[in-house]
């Protein structure tokens, strides 16, 4: 099991598990997230205390996966299968992104509760 948190401008919104490899999609909102005035993450995942499941990566994240030569190169130099979406979106996590929404890696499953 792969774990990434989802922020919108830097407010922890909520984490995207792949529950088995290459299937199995989890995204859940953050509480805190879904109490504030924030709005929800994308049009295809509105706030909702029920996570969405799905056993593809969600349209929204994948539409955040590089393309064409920028996608080999990342999928050569850390060692990935281009098919791994999870995978890239691991390795492209902690990086800026264009938009509201970044990912990042969870650092401490246990004192996850940041928002």
């Known amino acids: 099991m792969r774990r990434l948190n989802v922020f919108w401008n830097n407010k922890k919104a909520g984490t ?4 088995r ?17 924030l709005p929800h993450v994308s049009m295809t995942l509105p706030k909702s205390k029920t996570p969405y499941e799905s056993e593809r990566l969600f349209p929204f994240f994948a539409n955040m996966l590089p393309e064409g030569t920028l996608r080999r190169v990342v999928c050569r130099t850390n060692h990935i299968d281009e098919k791994d979406y999870f995978g890239i979106l691991y390795a492209m996590s902690d990086v ?20």
């Open 96 to 115: 800026d992104n264009i938009g509201a929404v970044s990912l990042k890696k969870i650092e401490n499953e246990v004192n996850d509760t940041q928002f």
């Open 16 to 19: 995207l598990t792949e529950m």
């Open 21 to 37: 490899p290459g299937r199995g999609y989890i995204f859940e909102y953050n509480p805190l997230y879904l109490a504030s005035e």
